[in-house]
């Protein structure tokens, strides 16, 4: 299912953006997210999620693929 890919996708691309901003802060890396590009993935995640939710809900199809 699209939505699914999608959110799964949202989901992998947060948590990448969280762990390079970590890792920047430790090594303050010039180049590494600034939080506010975090904060946007986090955002971005939720979105993806709630568009999945809302198809679930409304037509009822599977939750599988
Ligand atoms: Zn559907």
Redesign the pocket.
């Known amino acids: ?1 699209r939505l699914f890919t999608e959110y799964n996708a949202a989901i992998h691309r947060a948590i990448e953006m969280q762990r390079q901003y970590l890792t920047g802060l430790k090594s303050g890396q010039a180049d590494a997210p600034r939080v506010e590009e975090v904060e946007s993935a986090n955002e971005a995640q939720k979105a993806a999620r709630d568009a999945y939710l809302k ?2 809900n409304e ?1 009822g ?1 599977g939750v599988a693929t």
């Open positions: 299912m198809h679930i037509h199809c």
